[in-house]
């Protein structure tokens, strides 16, 4: 064999290659995330190069500056017309600029500046060694109970690595409704949830039990994250894109130039309804529904409570989003196969939710299961597959969030000596011992409850019609007799703050400072407005309730 026969084995005759275009990405219309991926990478450098008693007041500024410049954005987005005649498809097809995505953004915008407030609160505690502190550990990498924990506390040290932490769940919040193809929403999740996980571990008070709730959230969340990959995996395999307009041709038939390797693939439907399955479970998973809903519990109790309050709401807002996206626009020709499966998720996490929560003790294990039960009644809007189901579930996920942090928030003022009294015995009295700060929580908890003239009844009520036209009217019976059960544990907790004798070792009331009275104030605002004028915030949802395809 010549030199050159073996040299052509491996060399080949060198072709022009073409030119690789460079990405077209439509900077304008993405303005909202890259406020917020850039100053959460600001909010960085400031931890490594601002002093440290001046980092809280930098932090606290910059990321109220970028959470209000980045709702501007979309609030510019939406009147300029990408809600309804000018939505579209930016990013080379990642990531969707519609009436949902961006609704649904300036919700978790609006939610991440209210639970910021609650973040930055620092008079609920005494002051230790003459310094004022928040809910989040001196210093997080140190063991508890150590040495270097109890000098960083003498020192006066704060985390305020919170803050950016905050701004990156928010842009991957952000990400995640809006994304436009399989890949975008895998890491969108990833963005959100691992500062999530971070930020669960860092309470100033019981500290092991704030890292328990973390690990137990990590673990379990990794394992959903692992099922939305494989049914990411399992969907390409099917149809030969992870691009949803292009997954949503394949479902449906109407692709028009099939390829002959996607042909053998295309008639497999295993790939399509396994790859469906595991993706739904990594969306149901976030969403708290049964029976993902293990981690609920133990992390709301676990994590500091003005997380837990941010996750409740800004969590389920993006993941119900991402969940209609993905049933609506890539899975409408499997209908018949999805929905007699969330019919059944649906009734379950409505009845489970709302029992069990009648056996709790602990107000934030109440408020836990009182989620599970909501996200099965926005799973009755998500099933009614109508423009109504959409606008339905747009509008409870704005009600609901708002008041969700508002009740956290009233959650840390009620303290002991031990932190937050979180038990349901030390708030018997409660509403003679502090008429206001009681009445405040009864309005929350009557709105989670439904009753008429607040946002809740107003939500649910949108939910359960757009479900009884969508052909849903057994869910909607099993959604009121649910509410029922819920109204009881609701009340059961008003009851023992007007009716119950104060216990003389009971806890105090602390006095806030401008920051949780304003969230407090916000989230009382809202649940009143949309209960007693909802009409102009309906229409709203309903203006926003087409999906761009």
Same mark, same amino acid.
């Given at each position: ?12 005759? *060198? ?145 305020? +690595? ?97 390829? $002959?390797?996607?042909? +053998? ?38 994590? $500091? ?24 626009? @890539? ?8 929905? $007699? ?64 942090? !508002? ?21 018997? !009295? ?32 949108? @939910? ?6 969508? !052909? ?41 400072? $401008? ?17 007693? *004028? ?16």
């Amino acid at each position: 064999m010549s030199a050159s026969a073996v040299h052509s084995l491996w060399t080949t005759a *060198a072709e022009p290659i073409e030119k690789i275009d460079a990405p077209h990405i439509e900077y304008g219309q993405l303005a909202p995330v890259l406020i917020i991926v850039g100053a959460a990478v600001l909010g960085i450098l400031l931890e490594a190069f601002v002093p440290r008693r001046a980092r809280y007041y930098a932090q606290l500024f910059l990321t109220v500056v970028a959470l209000v410049a980045s709702f501007a954005a979309v609030v510019g987005l939406a009147t300029s017309g990408h809600a309804t005649t000018e939505a579209g498809i930016v990013a080379m097809g990642a990531i969707a600029v519609d009436g949902p995505a961006l609704f649904l953004q300036g919700t978790i915008l609006l939610i991440g500046l209210v639970s910021v407030f609650t973040f930055a609160e620092r008079r609920l505690d005494p002051e230790v060694h003459g310094n004022r502190v928040d809910s989040f550990a001196a210093q997080g990498a140190a063991v508890p109970g150590s040495e270097g924990e109890q000098a960083a506390v003498k020192a006066g040290f704060a985390t305020t +690595e919170v803050f950016p932490l905050v701004l990156f769940a928010i842009a991957g919040l952000l990400v995640f409704p809006a994304a436009n193809d399989l890949l975008t929403l895998f890491i969108a999740l990833e963005v959100f949830s691992l500062p999530l996980y971070l930020l669960c571990a860092l309470a100033r008070r019981k500290r092991l039990m704030s890292q328990e709730a973390a690990v137990k959230y990590f673990l379990l969340g990794a394992f959903s994250s692992a099922f939305l990959l494989f049914g990411v995996a399992l969907l390409y395999g099917y149809a030969g894109t992870v691009n949803y307009a292009g997954i949503a041709e394949v479902v449906d038939g109407t692709i028009q130039n099939i390829d $002959p390797v996607l042909a +053998e693939t295309m008639g497999n439907d295993v790939l399509l309804l396994i790859g469906a399955a595991m993706i739904l479970m990594g969306l149901l998973f976030k969403v708290g529904a049964v029976p993902f809903h293990m981690w609920t519990p133990d992390v709301y109790q676990g994590a $500091p409570t003005p997380v837990t309050g941010f996750m409740a709401a800004a969590t389920k807002v993006a993941a119900f989003g991402a969940l209609l996206r993905l049933l609506y626009v @890539v899975l409408p020709g499997l209908r018949w196969d999805w929905r $007699p499966v969330m019919w059944g998720v649906a009734i379950i996490t409505m009845l489970l939710g709302a029992i069990v929560a009648i056996t709790q003790t602990d107000i934030k294990r109440l408020l836990a299961y009182s989620s599970i039960a909501h996200a099965g009644f926005i799973l009755a809007g998500v099933i009614a597959t109508s423009p109504d189901g959409v606008s339905s579930v747009l509008f409870y996920l704005g009600a609901y969030s708002f008041v969700t942090i !508002g009740a956290f928030a009233v959650v840390t003022l009620v303290r002991d000596a031990g932190g937050e009294a979180t038990h349901l015995s030390k708030w018997a !009295g409660l509403g003679r011992r502090s008429p206001m700060v009681a009445a405040v929580f009864a309005v929350f908890l009557l709105a989670f409850a439904g009753i008429p003239l607040t946002s809740g009844f107003t939500g649910k009520f949108a @939910v359960f019609k757009a479900a009884a036209e969508g !052909g849903a009217g057994a869910l909607v019976v099993v959604g009121v007799i649910s509410s029922a059960i819920a109204a009881f544990f609701y009340i059961r907790v008003i009851v023992l703050m007007f009716f119950s004798e104060p216990k003389p070792d009971g806890p105090t009331v602390a006095v806030a400072s $401008p920051l949780t009275m304003t969230a407090i104030a916000v989230g009382v605002a809202v649940t009143v407005v949309l209960g007693v *004028a909802p009409q102009y915030f309906l229409d709203l949802a309903g203006q926003a309730g087409v999906f761009v395809r």
